[in-house]
C-alpha cells in the first residue's frame, strides 16, 4: 500500500515538471532571443550609429539609445532621396512583428517599398530579423 502511494507521488512529481518544463524554457528563449537581438543592434548592425541623436560633440546622448535623430553625415554627390534623419525605433511604434521581420529580410517596408537611404536595405535570415525586432519590441519608445 505505501509502496503505491510512493508510486502515485513520484508520478504526480514527474507529470508536473513535464508539464512545468516546456513554459519555463518559453521564457528563457524569450530572453536569449532578446539578448540575441541587442547583439546584433549594438555591435553587428549598429543601427545606433544612425538611429541615436547625438549631441554638439557628435557623442550619443546616454538614455537616448534608438531614439531618432538627425544624421551626422551628408552624401559626397546629391542624393535626391537621402532622408537626413533616422526614426526613434524603440519599441517600433506603428510596426507590427511580421512587417518589422519582413523589412529585415527584404528591405522592402509595409508600404511596399524601401527605406530611404541611407538606411541599409538588410537581408537578415528570419532568425535574425526576428530576434533584432523582439529586441526593439521590449524596449520602451520614450527613455525612461
Ligand atoms: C547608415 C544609417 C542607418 C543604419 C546603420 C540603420 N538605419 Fe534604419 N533608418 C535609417 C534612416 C535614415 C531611416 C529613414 C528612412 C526613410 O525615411 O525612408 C531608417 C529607417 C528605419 C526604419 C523605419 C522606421 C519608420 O518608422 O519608418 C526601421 C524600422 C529601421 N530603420 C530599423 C533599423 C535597424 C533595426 C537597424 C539595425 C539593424 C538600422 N535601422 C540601421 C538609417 C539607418
New binding site residues.
Given amino acids: 500500500m505505501k509502496l503505491i502511494s510512493v508510486a502515485v507521488v513520484l508520478f504526480a512529481i514527474v507529470i508536473g515538471l513535464v508539464a512545468w518544463t516546456p513554459h519555463s524554457s518559453a521564457a528563457q528563449d524569450k530572453s536569449a532571443q532578446i539578448e540575441r537581438g541587442k547583439y ?2 549594438e555591435q553587428v ?3 545606433a ?3 541615436s541623436p547625438v549631441n554638439e560633440k557628435g557623442e550619443p546622448i546616454p538614455g537616448k539609445e534608438l531614439r531618432g535623430g538627425a ?1 551626422m553625415f551628408k552624401p559626397i554627390t546629391p542624393m535626391p532621396m537621402w ?1 537626413d ?5 524603440a519599441g ?4 507590427d512583428e511580421d512587417a ?1 521581420i519582413k ?2 529580410m527584404t528591405g522592402i ?1 509595409y508600404n511596399d517599398l524601401p ?6 536595405p ?1 537581408h537578415l535570415s528570419r532568425q535574425d530579423a526576428e530576434a ?1 525586432v523582439a529586441f ?1 519590441k521590449s524596449l520602451s519608445p520614450v527613455e525612461k
Fill in positions: 546584433l543592434v548592425a549598429r543601427c550609429d544612425c538611429h544624421l532622408a534623419k533616422a526614426p526613434n525605433i517600433l511604434r506603428g510596426w518589422a523589412f529585415l517596408a527605406a530611404r537611404p541611407p538606411m541599409p538588410y533584432i526593439l
